[in-house]
T-cell receptor, first 114, second 110 residues
Framework: EAQVTQNPRYLITVTGKKLTVTCSQNMNHEYMSWYRQDPGLGLRQIYY???????DKGDVPEGYKVSRKEKRNFPLILESPSPNQTSLYFC?????????????FGPGTRLTVT | GENVEQHPSTLSVQEGDSAVIKCTYS??????FPWYKQELGKGPQLIIDIRSNVGEKKDQRIAVTLNKTAKHFSLHITETQPEDSAVYFC?????????FGPGTSLSVIP
């Protein structure tokens, strides 16, 4: 089944403790992206990747890192999480080399930073 | 920076009535305008999209219109059904970045 998977689905952590949220797609998609969803703000793009080893900042990249060493994986790294990073996070992928095609979203990761 | 506004933020309609959600965007270079539906506990899913060289697109009960001059685009749902209840997001994209609107929570009352 074609899908985008994220792990973990739920995470509660403390301020400053490094964490990684994994994202994997099995559709051989070139474009992958991370979003955070907050009430009243919709989805805001954190980072995106046009292909392996090609990443760029979205609208809200501060406090996050990403890497794209393999086509299928696009992990999101929070080196020193803070409470304002408490949010619902979505990974997405697209078959085209840009963001202007249909994106397939993962199920989301709910992160709480205390 | 680029911005996408979306109205209304909440919308309640009777089953069978039509629903309209409107978006405006700021980046005149945007050329792709998708609409996503998000059901509770799930990730967003594309329901329809339109490109800048097209003024209108329809898929059964769903239609989208685009006015590039005014930088407006709208989602129209006819003959609404309870399963249409969800949060709807519009978005605008130029090539790499994607800017989403804040979302509209649609409730269809049986």
């Amino acid at each position: 089944e074609a899908q985008v998977t994220q792990n973990p689905r739920y995470l509660i952590t403390v301020t400053g403790k490094k964490l990684t949220v994994t994202c994997s797609q099995n559709m051989n998609h070139e474009y992958m992206s991370w979003y955070r969803q907050d009430p009243g703000l919709g989805l805001r793009q954190i980072y995106y990747s046009m292909n392996v080893e090609v990443t760029d900042k979205g609208d809200v990249p501060e406090g996050y890192k990403v890497s794209r060493k393999e086509k299928r994986n696009f992990p999101l790294i929070l080196e020193s999480p803070s409470p304002n990073q408490t949010s619902l996070y979505f990974c997405a992928s697209s078959s085209a080399s840009g963001g202007n095609y249909e994106q397939y979203f993962g199920p989301g990761t709910r992160l709480t930073v205390t | 920076g680029e911005n996408v506004e979306q109205h209304p933020s909440t919308l309640s309609v009777q089953e069978g009535d039509s629903a309209v959600i409107k978006c405006t965007y700021s980046d005149s270079a945007s050329n792709y305008f998708p609409w996503y539906k998000q059901e509770l506990g799930k990730g967003p899913q594309l329901i329809i999209d339109i490109r800048s060289n097209v003024g209108e697109k329809k898929d059964q009960r769903i239609a989208v219109t685009l006015n590039k001059t005014a930088k407006h685009f709208s989602l129209h749902i006819t003959e609404t059904q309870p399963e249409d209840s969800a949060v709807y997001f519009c978005a605008a994209s130029q090539y790499d970045k994607v800017i989403f609107g804040p979302g509209t929570s649609l409730s269809v009352i049986p």
